[in-house]
């Protein structure tokens, strides 16, 4: 029953969630996706290993021909189906040029990895006016032995309406060479939504995020802001150069410190939604989750106090060699000092140092010794007296 009660909690979190991220540009679920000259995004994740097949009896010099979307183009054969291109993952889409809405490109190096065949995308109806009968789309034409390709195939499609306006370039990480969290302006799986194994735990009090970008681009990021779902029971707060604004690029990335504290327990983790405003585009959202299991205590400020003493410190060691070498050069040149006695404070460490070593100054003496020496001159004159009246009597007699 409380496993219940958890889950249905964090269904209604990921709910909320998902409505304060409704503007958020987040990952397709596939790769079969590509961006106009504009910037704006084109999902194809629908059509993805859609098959678009050629019959060569249109020209009987042409042999049969399939597309397999956003994956390679083969021929038919007497022996079955020859792969003529297998596209790479993360590029199979550039914008196109002339009719051409977007192309998957062939490798020009042949010899290394056999893709010998281009598609050039069209959004609507093919060039020559032809209209597809199949909704989602028909090979228009086919040509072979190019000075490049094999093979070039005209491809028209649905391509839909386009998405939002994609901040390219623009990554956010764990490390300042690493894109976990968005990707080429994309917010990526796990950070798009509540995942409650994407949470962070409850003694991770610091998290430290990277951004980076486009040298050009850079003065497009602004200072980015946070929101906590639900609003009470987590402390947070920004710092790091990323918090100011400073403007993020591939060689000097910026760093964001995420800093939390739970300030009571929940079952459900809590969602740190941070949005990073982009003049110009949508703004990039993403967010973090945090455990709190258990309450967890202010933390003391020894490191600035330690901070604040050891600035004191430097200081007054700085403030007291200037009064050094100031007190020298005055004694040197103005009392005509030399040596130790030159120093400020010699003459008076001297004196210290002479009467704690019991020397005398101008006829003083410790007390001990006045004793003895009054004790010494007290016994000499008790036998002067003494012998006095004998040398006084035996003139007498």
């Known amino acids: 029953m409380a496993m219940f009660a958890i889950k249905w909690s964090f269904l209604c979190l990921a709910c909320i969630l998902l409505l304060r ?3 958020a540009v987040t990952a397709p679920l596939s790769n079969c996706y590509t961006f106009d000259k504009s910037g704006h995004i084109y999902d194809f994740t629908e059509i993805a290993e859609q098959t678009f097949a050629y019959d060569g009896k249109k020209e009987a010099d042409l042999p049969d021909l399939e597309i397999r979307f956003c994956n390679d183009v083969q021929r038919r054969s007497d022996e079955g189906y020859i792969n003529f291109g297998h596209f790479a993952p993360f590029n199979y ?10 192309v998957q490109h062939c490798e020009f190096y042949t010899n290394k990895l056999g893709r010998t065949a281009q598609v050039n995308i ?14 989602i789309g028909c090979i228009c034409s086919v040509s072979y032995n ?5 093979v070039i195939v005209e491809l028209a499609i649905s391509c839909g309406q386009p998405g939002p306006r994609i901040f390219q370039g623009f990554t956010v990480g764990f490390h300042p060479r690493a894109w976990e969290v968005v990707y080429n302006g994309i917010t990526q799986w796990g950070y798009e939504e509540p995942r409650y194994g994407f949470s962070f735990g409850t003694e991770e009090t610091k998290v430290s995020l990277y951004f980076t970008a486009i040298g050009a681009l850079s003065k497009h990021v602004r200072k980015p802001t946070y929101t906590i779902i639900p609003e009470n029971g987590l402390e947070v707060k920004l710092s790091g150069s ?14 964001l410190d995420v ?17 990073v405003p982009i003049e110009g585009y949508p703004p990039v959202h993403f967010f973090l989750g945090k455990l709190c299991e258990y309450k967890q205590a202010i933390r003391s ?7 604040t003493f050891g600035l004191l410190c430097c200081i007054l060691i700085v403030l007291s060699t200037a009064f050094c070498c100031a007190g020298f050069i005055y004694k040197t040149r103005v009392e005509h000092q030399h040596g130790l006695y030159a120093l400020p404070g010699m003459t008076i460490l001297a004196a210290c140092i002479e009467v704690a070593s019991g020397a005398t100054n101008d006829g003083y003496s410790p007390a001990n010794n006045i004793n003895q020496s009054t004790w010494e001159r007290s016994s000499v004159s008790d036998h002067v007296s ?12």
């Open 21 to 23: 991220l409704a503007g």
């Open 93 to 102: 889409f550039v914008p196109g040029n002339g009719n051409a809405d977007f």
């Open 122 to 135: 069209i959004c609507g109806n093919c060039s020559n006016g032809a209209t597809c009968k199949d909704e």
């Open 146 to 150: 190019s000075p490049s390709c094999r």
């Open 242 to 255: 990323a918090s100011t604004g400073d403007p993020p690029t591939t060689l000097s990335p910026t760093s």
């Open 259 to 275: 800093i939390w504290r739970c300030e009571k327990a929940q079952d459900t983790p809590y969602a740190v939604n941070i949005t």
């Open 301 to 307: 400020n020894n490191t600035k106090g330690w901070a």
């Open 386 to 397: 003494q012998r006095v009246p004998d040398n006084k009597y035996g003139t007498v007699g």
